[in-house]
C-alpha cells in the first residue's frame, strides 16, 4: 500500500497537481495529455490508494475515420458541416466514454479557417486541426478557501471579451451553462458536451440546479447530437445514435423537437429523413434557398463518403481538403470526381 500511495504521489506530482490526506482526491492531465484520476487514502477507498489513467489518442480521430468505423454516416457529417458553416449551437450528450469529445473534435475540422476558435476545458482533450485557435483550462485552487481557483465559469465569461466566432466548451455541468447560453442569445455560436442520455433528460439538467436555465433560453440550442456506447456484433463501440432539432421548448420545459437522423441499431444502419428545420433557420437567417442548401448537403455527404472510400484517413489531409473547400468549393469536387 505505502509503494501505491508513492506511485500516486508521483502521478499527482506529474499532473502537476497536489494529494495528500486533507485533500484524498485527484484528477488531472499527465504530460501525454492522459486524463489521471486517483484517491490517496484507505478512508475515501477502503482498499487503500487508487489510480485510473484514460488514455487519448495522439492525434484525434478525423470525421472520415469515424466514418470508418461506422460510428456515423457521411450525412450526418455533411449536416454538421453546414451547421458549423452558417453558425449554429450545437450540444452533444451522451453517457461517460460514449465518444462525447470525439466526436467534438471532429466537428472542429469543419470550422471555417480564418475563424476565431476559443475552448474551454476541465482538463486539455481537444486538439483542433487549426492555427487560430485559443485553448483555455481552468485551474484548481492553490491553497485552502478556493484561492487562485479559476474555474469554467471565469474563462468562459472572459472567453467573450475575446471576440471568438466559436466557443467550444468541453463539458457542461454548472452555471457554466447559464454564461455559455447567454452567449448564444447574444449571437455567439457554441458547442460543447454535456452528459445526458436524450433531449428530455439534458433539458431537465439544464432546467433544474445546479444549471438552472429559463427554458426559453434552451431555444437558442439548435441541435443535440446523442451519442451511445453500443455493441454491435459482439464488439463494443460507438454510435451516434439520433441528431434532434430543438423547434421549440415551452416554458413548461416541453420540447417541441425533429429528428433528421437516426441510427437503427436492429440492422445498424443509419436514417436520414429529409426534411431538416435548422437548415429553414439558416435559409432565412442567411437567405439561401433551402434547395441549394440541400443541394450543398447532398454534395459534401458524397465527397465524405468518397474520401472515406479513397481511405484519406489523415489529420493534416483532413484539414487541407476542409480549408480548400471553403476557398474553392468546385476545384474540390473536380479532384474527386463528384458532380
Same mark, same amino acid.
Given at each position: 500500500?505505502?509503494?501505491?500511495?508513492?506511485?500516486?504521489?508521483?502521478?499527482?506530482?506529474?499532473?502537476?497537481?497536489?494529494?495528500? %490526506?486533507?485533500?484524498?482526491?485527484?484528477?488531472?492531465?499527465?504530460?501525454?495529455?492522459?486524463?489521471?484520476?486517483?484517491?490517496?487514502?484507505?478512508?475515501?477507498?477502503?482498499?487503500?490508494?487508487? &489510480?485510473?489513467?484514460?488514455?487519448?489518442?495522439?492525434?484525434?480521430?478525423?470525421?472520415?475515420? +469515424?466514418?470508418?468505423?461506422?460510428?456515423?454516416?457521411?450525412?450526418?457529417?455533411?449536416?454538421?458541416? +453546414?451547421?458549423?458553416?452558417?453558425?449554429?449551437?450545437?450540444?452533444?450528450?451522451?453517457?461517460?466514454?460514449?465518444?462525447?469529445?470525439?466526436?467534438?473534435?471532429?466537428?472542429? &475540422? *469543419?470550422?471555417?479557417?480564418?475563424?476565431?476558435?476559443?475552448?474551454?476545458?476541465?482538463?486539455?482533450?481537444?486538439?483542433?486541426?487549426?492555427?487560430?485557435?485559443?485553448?483555455?483550462?481552468?485551474?484548481?485552487?492553490?491553497?485552502?478557501?478556493?484561492?487562485?481557483?479559476?474555474?469554467? *465559469?471565469?474563462?468562459?465569461?472572459?472567453?467573450?471579451?475575446?471576440?471568438?466566432?466559436?466557443?467550444?466548451?468541453? #463539458?457542461?455541468?454548472?452555471?457554466?451553462?447559464?454564461?455559455?447560453?447567454?452567449?448564444?442569445?447574444?449571437?455567439?455560436?457554441?458547442?460543447?458536451?454535456?452528459?445526458?442520455?436524450?433531449?428530455?433528460?439534458?433539458?431537465?439538467? +439544464?432546467?433544474?440546479?445546479?444549471?438552472?436555465?429559463?427554458?426559453?433560453?434552451?431555444?437558442?440550442?439548435?441541435?443535440?447530437?446523442?451519442?451511445?456506447?453500443?455493441?454491435?456484433?459482439?464488439?463494443?463501440?460507438?454510435?451516434?445514435?439520433?441528431?434532434?432539432?430543438?423547434?421549440?421548448?415551452?416554458?413548461?420545459?416541453?420540447?417541441?423537437?425533429?429528428?433528421?437522423?437516426?441510427?437503427?441499431?436492429?440492422?445498424?444502419?443509419? %436514417?436520414?429523413?429529409?426534411?431538416?428545420?435548422?437548415?429553414?433557420?439558416?435559409?432565412?437567417?442567411?437567405?439561401?434557398?433551402?434547395?441549394?442548401?440541400?443541394? #450543398?448537403?447532398?454534395?459534401?455527404?458524397?465527397?465524405?463518403?468518397?474520401?472515406?472510400?479513397?481511405?484519406?484517413?489523415?489529420?493534416?489531409?483532413?484539414?487541407?481538403?476542409?480549408?480548400? %473547400?471553403?476557398?474553392?468549393?468546385? *476545384?474540390?469536387?473536380?479532384?474527386?470526381?463528384?458532380?
Amino acid at each position: 500500500i505505502d509503494k501505491l500511495a508513492g506511485f500516486v504521489e508521483k502521478l499527482a506530482q506529474r499532473a502537476g497537481k497536489y494529494i495528500s %490526506y486533507a485533500e484524498p482526491l485527484l484528477d488531472g492531465s499527465l504530460p501525454d495529455g492522459s486524463r489521471v484520476n486517483a484517491s490517496y487514502t484507505k478512508d475515501v477507498t477502503s482498499k487503500g490508494p487508487t &489510480f485510473t489513467i484514460r488514455k487519448f489518442t495522439k492525434v484525434p480521430w478525423t470525421p472520415t475515420q +469515424l466514418i470508418a468505423l461506422n460510428t456515423l454516416s457521411p450525412e450526418m457529417l455533411a449536416y454538421f458541416w +453546414l451547421l458549423v458553416q452558417y453558425k449554429s449551437n450545437i450540444f452533444i450528450a451522451g453517457g461517460t466514454a460514449s465518444g462525447k469529445t470525439t466526436l467534438l473534435n471532429a466537428l472542429a &475540422f *469543419f470550422i471555417p479557417p480564418e475563424a476565431r476558435v476559443v475552448s474551454i476545458e476541465d482538463t486539455r482533450e481537444l486538439n483542433l486541426p487549426r492555427e487560430n485557435w485559443l485553448p483555455a483550462v481552468a485551474r484548481i485552487a492553490i491553497g485552502t478557501g478556493g484561492i487562485g481557483e479559476i474555474d469554467l *465559469f471565469d474563462l468562459l465569461k472572459n472567453s467573450f471579451r475575446q471576440n471568438p466566432d466559436y466557443v467550444i466548451v468541453g #463539458e457542461v455541468r454548472g452555471k457554466e451553462a447559464f454564461v455559455l447560453f447567454q452567449g448564444m442569445a447574444s449571437g455567439h455560436p457554441s458547442i460543447s458536451t454535456m452528459h445526458a442520455d436524450s433531449v428530455d433528460t439534458m433539458i431537465k439538467r +439544464l432546467e433544474t440546479a445546479p444549471i438552472e436555465l429559463s427554458p426559453t433560453l434552451v431555444n437558442t440550442l439548435d441541435c443535440v447530437a446523442i451519442m451511445t456506447h453500443a455493441i454491435v456484433k459482439n464488439r463494443e463501440t460507438r454510435r451516434l445514435r439520433e441528431i434532434v432539432e430543438i423547434i421549440n421548448v415551452k416554458s413548461d420545459g416541453t420540447a417541441l423537437v425533429n429528428t433528421p437522423f437516426s441510427w437503427n441499431p436492429a440492422q445498424d444502419i443509419f %436514417y436520414y429523413k429529409k426534411e431538416s428545420k435548422v437548415f429553414e433557420k439558416i435559409s432565412v437567417r442567411y437567405g439561401i434557398p433551402l434547395e441549394n442548401l440541400q443541394r #450543398e448537403f447532398l454534395r459534401r455527404a458524397k465527397l465524405l463518403y468518397t474520401l472515406y472510400q479513397k481511405k484519406i484517413f489523415g489529420f493534416e489531409q483532413m484539414k487541407k481538403i476542409v480549408n480548400e %473547400y471553403y476557398e474553392n468549393p468546385s *476545384f474540390v469536387l473536380k479532384q474527386y470526381g463528384i458532380e
